[in-house]
Each structure stands twice: as C-alpha cells, then as structure tokens.
T-cell receptor
Framework: AQSVTQLDSQVPVFEEAPVELRCNYS??????LFWYVQYPNQGLQLLLK??????LVESINGFEAEFNKSQTSFHLRKPSVHISDTAEYFC????????????FGTGTRLTIIP | GAVVSQHPSWVICKSGTSVKIECRSL??????MFWYRQFPKQSLMLMAT?????????EQGVEKDKFLINHASLTLSTLTVTSAHPEDSSFYIC?????????????FGPGTRLTVL
C-alpha cells in the first residue's frame, strides 16, 4: 500500500514571495504523482502530474513540481505567489500497475498575505 | 472539457431521512466514477468505486447498505445516504475517470455538503 505525507498543514506566505509545499510518498512499487488544488467550497482541480520522463513538471499558472525518486518526494513550488493562489493543495499518489485508486495526503492550506 | 457536476451542492436533512447525490460527467463518458468523503480540515477518503453497469466496489469500513451507489449510465452515478444521521454530515465529492495515455486522470466534481440535523 502507498501513503502520502504532507508535512505542513498550513503555509502563510507574503504576496510575490516564493513558496514550497512539501510532499513525500511511500510505495513498494512505481507510482504516478499528482498535485490537486481545492478552492473554498469547491471540488479538486488537477494542477499537475508526473507520469514518467522529465522529473520537472509545470502547470499553466506558474507552479512546478519535481519528482525525486531517491528522496521519495514531489514538492510543489512557485517563485512568486499571488493572492489568487490561496487554496488547499493536495498531493496524491497512484500506482502504475493498473490500480486507479488515488491516495491523498492530508493537504496544505496556502494563505497569501497581502 | 472533462467537466464533472454534482447536484445538489448542499443539502440539509433531518436524521433518519435518505439523501441522493448525483454526479454527472458533462462532456465525456465515464465508465468509472469514484465517491470520496472529506471531513473538515482533512483529506479525501475514498468510499467506493462505481463502475457503469455493475456493482460498486466499497472500501473497507464503508457500509454498503448505508451508502447506496448506482451507476446506470456512462454519464451518471448516484450516491444515496440512507437513514442519514448527524455523523454522516460531511463533504461528499465524486470524480470521473478519463484514460490519458499512461495513466488515468480523475476529474472532480464541486462537491456536495451534507448536513444532517
């Protein structure tokens, strides 16, 4: 079975400052990795995903995440945050053996301070 | 593309009543849909996997008779919370699976907030 750990439950950041949201996973088999964002009272939206190939993946709104197999991490970063980035961010893992279940971390609430 | 809707967005009901929540894939067909439950300030917990035309697969600890799932068409899955009690109050989120190359991707609905009085 796989598991996901998001080390920070809350991260306050000043506007235009950089941010890193940490995610570590545990699995005995190869996995796919995802970051989802949840705005207040809404469902989850896929932010980015790592399937294979380049370990650095990017989203259209400036976020990026890097898959580090040796450290079993998939941290999410943005060099300059905006007020609109305030949301809950979930890291998720899925095995790549045809098992379609997603296992989620507990989430990190990102709060942007004006 | 890949839009998933849920109805209702919120519902308040009395203890002992049943509540039906609909999950629809609006612009694609989904052979598999998932139902999650999210408690305040917690992560999503998978309740069951819903496959079109067959019985749902429930996660360990989820009562099949209490959370009835029907996936009668490729665009609609329903979750019925039977004889709801206050402890069933939660945010229920569905997702629909889309095959995308090497891995499937799940697209999530906006969620339904259930409050049982």
């Amino acid at each position: 079975a796989q598991s996901v750990t998001q080390l920070d439950s809350q991260v306050p950041v000043f506007e235009e400052a950089p941010v890193e949201l940490r995610c570590n996973y545990s699995s005995s088999v190869s996995v796919y990795l995802f970051w989802y964002v949840q705005y207040p009272n809404q469902g989850l939206q896929l932010l980015l995903k790592y399937l294979s190939g380049s370990t650095l993946v990017e989203s259209i709104n400036g976020f990026e995440a890097e898959f580090n197999k040796s450290q079993t991490s998939f941290h999410l970063r943005k060099p300059s945050v905006h007020i609109s980035d305030t949301a809950e961010y979930f890291c998720a893992v899925q095995t790549n053996f045809g098992n379609e279940k997603l296992t989620f971390g507990t989430g990190t609430r990102l709060t942007i301070i004006p | 593309g890949a839009v998933v809707s849920q109805h209702p967005s919120w519902v308040i009901c009395k203890s002992g009543t049943s509540v039906k929540i609909e999950c629809r894939s609006l612009d694609f067909q989904a052979t598999t849909m998932f139902w999650y439950r999210q408690f305040p300030k917690q992560s999503l917990m998978l309740m069951a996997t819903s496959n079109e035309g067959s019985k749902a697969t429930y996660e360990q600890g989820v009562e099949k008779d209490k959370f009835l799932i029907n996936h009668a068409s490729l665009t609609l899955s329903t979750l019925t919370v039977t004889s709801a009690h206050p402890e069933d109050s939660s945010f229920y989120i569905c997702s629909a699976r889309v095959l995308a190359g090497e891995a499937d991707t799940q697209y999530f609905g906006p969620g339904t907030r259930l409050t049982v009085l």
